[in-house]
């Protein structure tokens, strides 16, 4: 088994970013909950000269908070962890990146 040489893990669960995703889904939500009221309930269009169905606009209202979700919770999973052993550099950004490089592949490293 490699011997772990430095290992550093970090999470982006600041307040800051945390209000930003919350930020950006809220609008989503909001956008699409008055959008479903005034078109399913209300009865107007409500998606401007090219009107969409009932039936589109419930399918692409499910998709939209589905994205919402999905912001959430990358929001609220992202984490870099970097670990250096003596045969690699491990580099894993969850949930986009997942990289080894080996040593063959350093040009140069300093302690």
């Known amino acids: 088994m490699p011997t772990t040489l430095f290992q550093e893990n ?4 600041s307040q ?8 950006v889904a809220s609008v989503v939500i909001i956008h ?5 009221y ?9 998606s401007g000269q090219s009107q969409l169905s009932d039936g589109w606009f419930i399918g ?5 908070l589905a994205l919402a979700g999905v912001l959430v919770w990358i929001g609220y999973r992202l984490e870099l962890r970097v670990k250096v052993d003596l045969d690699c550099l491990d580099i894993r950004y969850f949930p986009f990146v997942k990289r080894i490089i080996p040593r063959g592949r350093i040009v140069n490293w300093e302690a």
């Not at 970090?10 to 669960?13: D, F, T």
């Not at 692409?60 to 939209?64: D, R, T």
Request: hydrophobic letters at 50%; glycine letters at 12%.
């Open 10 to 13: 970090q999470s982006l669960r």
């Open 16 to 23: 800051g970013i945390r209000l930003v995703v919350w930020m």
């Open 32 to 36: 699409q909950g008055y959008g479903f």
């Open 38 to 46: 005034m078109q399913i309930i209300k009865g107007v269009p409500w």
């Open 60 to 64: 692409l209202s499910i998709i939209y």
